[in-house]
């Protein structure tokens, strides 16, 4: 029943998106170190309906407090059908690890215009999260290979990947002996990751690229 609810509340979401009609070009930002900016288009595909666009950058972890290090251009703007906009990440300066990855969020909310007399229509605002990754120069190792890096093993019923690299690598699927983990997440790095399984065997996993791409498959 479960199940049923949250694929019905998925299928909604979607619909809702969809006719929102603002497309953001890209699931996730890198921003290189020394980088004067790092952008994303955001399109309105809707043929008659212009929307207000509000973007942010927080940090990755809601429990942090800290200033964020990110500014975001324009903050609220109306984006007219048929348009596209940029949106400018902007690094307002801050300590940040040099040995690894740094990750914080980018939100962009779309809200829908209410027409007049409509007072009893819903007026729809959706916001969506993407990844901003800072990387930091001269880090070891290629970023596109970092996940096929990842060292995996067992310990009791618990599937463990270490991620040795300085990267972030951002889990499409991993299945052991053919079952899938559910929502596998992401490994940060130098650190590592567990999920429960009720047994053993190959380990095979794919991964997303900075472009948002699926990797090939990996196993081991």
Do not use: C
Not at 41 to 55: I, R
Not at 130 to 157: M, V
Request: no cysteine; charged share 20%; aromatic share 10%.
């Amino acid at each position: 029943m479960k199940r049923i609810i949250a694929g019905v509340a998925l299928s909604f979401l979607l619909v809702t998106a969809a006719k929102a009609g603002v497309v953001v070009g890209g699931t996730r930002v890198i921003y290189e170190e020394g980088k004067r900016e790092a952008s994303i288009s955001v399109t309105n595909a809707d043929t008659h309906t212009p929307y207000l666009v509000q973007s942010w950058a927080e940090n990755f972890n809601e429990n942090d407090k800290r200033p964020v290090p990110f500014i975001v251009t324009p903050p609220l703007f109306r984006l007219d059908p048929e348009k596209r906009n940029m949106l400018r990440i902007s690094f307002t300066g801050m300590e940040l690890p040099h040995d690894r990855e740094s990750v914080f969020w980018l939100n962009v909310k779309t809200i829908s215009p209410s027409q007049k007399g409509d007072v009893n229509k819903l007026q729809v605002n959706i916001k969506s999260k993407f990844k901003i990754f800072y990387r930091p120069s001269d880090l070891a190792g290629a970023p596109e290979k970092a996940w096929q890096q990842l060292q995996f093993h067992t310990t009791g019923n618990q599937l463990v990947v270490n991620n040795p690299t300085p990267y972030y690598v951002s889990l499409f699927s991993v299945s052991v002996a053919g079952k899938e983990v559910d929502e596998p997440g992401m490994v940060a790095p130098m650190s590592s990751l567990t999920w429960p399984i009720s047994g053993s065997g190959t380990v095979k996993w794919r991964a997303i690229n900075d472009f948002g791409g699926i990797t090939d498959v990996a196993q081991q």
